[in-house]
């Protein structure tokens, strides 16, 4: 009895002792499971698939695209939200990962803005800075502060060179599952442009040539950019009467190069499209809407602009300088430049040809339309003056003037004509991009899409 009774109990403690290592097997297991799942990293793909599932990230926006940009040089990305509110507020909602948790910096501005990597001349660094899109205001962000310098805080904007941007993709919808929002984040993704290779494209590293070149232009006054307003005056007159949009602009530049062939061509432009105080009020009176320009740097080419609009008529020049040696370079030796250097051969007849059909058509438009206001009004002698326009057509495209190389490094070439409109006659202004042969009209709405410091190749 007593024996059998010691067996039992020995099979009972076996059973126990067992029962106990199994279950803190099953606990340390488990422990090591969970532990191991509380300190796995997510990665930030995961975690920006996080962000765009919640719809609270979406709430009371519009306009909504996404890009993947390094703003804090760490080489992980950072999510844009660029959107817009209910008060037509521009906003940018930016993800970052810090300490292993996604935080959002919100930046909103009155105007349209992107996010553009720069160079600083000054201090030969590269940082993110947020561009607005018409004043061309400058932010400086710093994710670490969550802050956005403002603009007027924002040292040596004029050695800043804009180096790239991150590529933008739609959101068409904000009720975004799981799945959906991976695919979002692999387009991003690959769409997505590391710090290092924007630094190192072609096309970066041939506007960090021209940048060396500025910077050692001689200029006439150091205190200001290679090409600036000479004097600048809004009306409080408005363009569009109707509906009180546009107010009446006028500026015209100067070009920032201590040379003689400079000193010339703002004397020249000084002549043609500026005022004086004295005369800012007159220029509503004098019928005109606009006085503006814009200009591009290519490689070593500085090309200007200058145009003036009103009563549905147009005036514009081009000047274009070598920023290497000052001097002003003649329409036919750029183009002949461009002829010398392309691989495919320039048809100048053949631009000829394109200008002067498109005027011609739009002269033949306007005549139609004309003749059939006037009918029995309509007589020889207005017959005889539409021929004359379409003869002085030819005459100013006798040669290729107003040529300048514009944003994308082509050659544009402008030719002005007049259609016929009874008492009065306006002068119209056309341009052609030669590389691809598009023809648009310089109108009063071109004037207000500006391209002020394009700087290219």
């Not at 390094?70 to 080489?75: C, F, V």
């Not at 553009?116 to 660094?125: A, F, T």
């Not at 920032?256 to 005022?275: L, M, P, W």
């Not at 009004?377 to 300048?404: G, I, R």
Request: hydrophobic share 30%; with cysteine; proline share 1%.
């Amino acid at each position: 009895m007593k024996t059998s009774t010691r067996i039992i109990l020995l099979i009972i403690f076996v059973v126990i002792i067992a029962g106990g290592v199994t279950a803190g097997v099953i606990f340390l297991n488990n422990h090591d499971k969970y532990e191991s799942e509380e300190e796995k990293e997510l990665t930030w793909e995961e975690e920006y698939t996080k962000v765009l599932e919640n719809e609270e990230n979406f709430k009371d926006y519009k306009d909504l695209k996404i890009s993947l940009n390094d703003l804090n040089k760490d080489e992980t990305p950072e999510l844009i939200l660029f959107c817009s509110n209910a008060i037509n507020e521009f906003v940018a909602n930016i993800y970052n990962i810090k300490d292993k948790k996604v935080e959002k910096t919100e930046v909103k501005l009155s105007e349209n803005f992107d996010f553009e990597y720069m160079y600083n001349q000054e201090n030969e660094s590269y940082d993110w800075y947020i561009i607005t899109e018409t004043k061309k205001d400058i932010y400086e962000v710093n994710l670490e502060n969550t802050n956005i310098t403002d603009s007027n805080k924002v040292e040596n904007k004029g050695n800043l060179i804009s180096i790239g941007k991150g590529i933008k993709t739609d959101l068409d919808e904000v009720n975004i599952d799981e799945t959906k929002a991976k695919e979002i984040i692999d387009i991003a993704k690959n769409n997505f442009i590391n710090n290092n290779e924007l630094q190192n494209t072609e096309e970066a590293k041939t506007k960090l040539e021209s940048a060396k070149i500025i910077k050692n232009i001689k200029k006439t006054d150091t205190t200001k950019d290679l090409v600036y307003a000479a004097r600048t005056f809004e009306s409080d007159n408005y363009a569009n009467v109707i509906d009180k949009t546009f107010h009446n602009y006028y500026e015209y530049p100067a070009i920032n190069i201590d040379s003689e062939d400079v000193k010339a061509i703002n004397a020249e432009i000084a002549e043609k499209y500026g005022f004086t105080p004295e005369q800012e009020e007159e220029l509503f009176f004098m019928e005109l809407e606009v006085i503006t320009y814009d200009y591009y740097i290519n490689g070593n080419i500085l090309s200007v602009v200058v145009m003036k609009g009103g009563n549905d008529s147009t005036w514009t020049d081009s000047y274009n300088i070598d920023l290497e040696t000052g001097k002003r370079i003649p329409n036919e030796h750029l183009i002949g430049r461009l002829q010398m250097s392309s691989s495919e051969k320039f048809d100048e007849d053949k631009i000829k040809e394109e200008l002067k059909n498109y005027s011609i058509k739009e002269i033949d438009k306007s005549t139609s339309e004309t003749k059939t206001s006037y009918g029995q009004y309509w007589d020889t002698m207005m017959d005889e003056e539409v021929a004359k326009l379409k003869a002085e057509v030819d005459k100013n495209l006798e040669t290729l003037d107003n040529a300048y190389l514009n944003a994308e490094g082509n050659l544009c070439c402008r030719s002005k004509y007049q259609i016929f409109g009874g008492q009065y006659t306006c002068t119209k202004t056309i341009e052609i991009d030669t590389t691809n042969n598009s023809i648009k009209e310089i109108n009063f709405e071109n004037y207000l899409q500006r391209g002020l410091g394009n700087q290219n190749k």
